[in-house]
């Protein structure tokens, strides 16, 4: 059975992409962003580590560095350091609680008249 022959209009090519082969020269000494990002509801801060191509990202809860990575952290990642940095402060909180409580009271001085 022979096939159809369909004439579909040819489409334009397109030039609002890159090529497959194309490149691209990174410049080491060109400014590179150091404004915080948003990861999903988390802060993330940024930091270009001198003299190399990556990035040092700072992931911050209030004006506390929590964690830090080389790549990009997802919204997970930001999740689970916060917790645990959380639990860390709700913990050492609790000992100096209960140490404080277990100190001694200190007797009052009282002075003489004399």
């Known amino acids: 059975m022979p096939r159809p022959k369909l004439n ?3 489409e ?3 030039r609002d992409t890159i090529g497959l082969r194309s490149t691209f020269h990174y410049d080491p000494m060109a400014p ?3 404004t915080p990002v948003m990861v999903g509801k988390y802060v993330v801060g940024r930091r270009p580590l001198h003299g190399s ?3 040092l990202y700072m992931i911050m ?3 506390a560095v929590v964690a830090t990575s080389i790549s990009r ?3 997970y990642d930001c ?3 916060i917790t645990k940095h959380r639990r860390k402060q709700t913990a050492s909180l609790s000992d100096k609680t209960i140490a404080k409580a277990k100190r001694k009271p200190r007797t ?3 002075r003489e008249a004399a």
Do not use: F, I, W
Request: proline share 17%; hydrophobic share 30%; no cysteine.
């Open 8 to 10: 579909a209009p040819q």
């Open 32 to 34: 590179r962003a150091t």
């Open 79 to 81: 999740e689970t350091a």
């Open 12 to 14: 334009p090519p397109r």
């Open 61 to 63: 809860d209030g004006s």
């Open 73 to 75: 952290p997802d919204a």
């Open 108 to 110: 009052l001085r009282v």
């Open 53 to 55: 191509v990556h990035t």
